[in-house]
């Protein structure tokens, strides 16, 4: 065994197999199978440490199962680590055996070629909206050219104006300065949901807060870690760590982002990137945590606030949203059951599992839809992704949108 070998094997010793975890595991709440269980997973990793099974595909099977959303270390007792261990093992597959199946290959090659390129990343968005603009979309669904899980959950591309990147450099206050501030805008947050970016801005300078946003920054590379490419994605930190070597809190409004950016020190295993991730919040954490000078503008809605797993359960982030959404004059917060399950989104799980995704994304649906919100709030593009299309399959038409959106005072409007 290598010295990381080791270490892993060492790490799925810590799970004494007592299954709290099972029953807050999507994938074990839909197949009912241990192997799909968390248990069952560091099970099957324990395995392949002592070196007891050579299929390796059996492994993998069980793997890209996981949705990787960390309910089950909120769950552990014994403090497993499971997000980490799944990550360093499914690198150590990716590097001994990597994926063969279509599918993989074309997320594989779409992630490092298109999703962590800004620029080919907006050209490719400018050219999906004048596909849909012509019609060629629907006329592809009528031909069945795209398969019909992603038609369903692909929102139409907003036009130009909404897509337009912020305005890269220092963004000033109108009033006194309270403090200064980077933000790290994101990859899928700006094409698809640009207004959210610019709702976050627009908070934060209503605020007193100086913004910063570097040129230079790269995709956080979540999606990459995920799929078990953490040498891409240590590119990308190296980037963003120098991007913004200047700023001594760095923001972001996407907890997937959020999460990885965090886990820097753990990905370069380098002071620098020790002291980066330190130096990274949630927009809701820091808000919270400075609180609101300017109150955001009155709304009569009922809300459903809705965790997005790589906020509650690998950031910790739970209260800071809701005590916000509670400063808005007139919103009122509705309970639903299981806010901290996964809705389905995990990146690109919707698209690499559809099946399992969907029924995950409807159970999250259906028990939205009994709260009887108005609007449904969570904060990542994913998830907003998901569980809007995740409510319109039961017919479900209540919208989505971030915390940040209704944070914003009524003289930025
Ligand atoms: S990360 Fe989520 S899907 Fe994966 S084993 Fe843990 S709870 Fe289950
Ligand atoms: S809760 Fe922790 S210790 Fe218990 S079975 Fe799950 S991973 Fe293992």
Redesign the pocket.
Known sequence: MSTTQKDLYQQTLGCVHCGL?LP?????RVLGMETD??RG?IYLMRALGEGRIENLDVVRTHLDR???????ETACPSGVQ?GNLLESVRGDLEQKAPSRGLRPRIARFMVRHLLIHQRRLRLAFSALRAIEVVGLRKLARILRLIPRSLDAIAPPVPGGTQRAPLKTGLHQPKGPVRGRVGLFTGCVMEPMFGHVNRATLAVLLANGFEVVIPKAQRCCGALLVHMGLPDDARTLAKANIAAFADCDVILNNSAGCGAALKEYGHLLDAPAAANFAKKCRDICEFLDSVGLTQLPAARNVTVAYDDPCHLCHAQGVREAPRKLLQQVDGLKLVAHARPED?CGSAGIYNLLQPELAAEIGKRKAETLTKAGAQLVVTGNPGCMIQIGASLRGIGDHTPVCHPVELLVPPAAK
């Open positions: 975890c807050v595991c999507p994938t074990y269980s968390p997973r996981c949705l990787d959303c960390r309910a089950c499971y996964c």
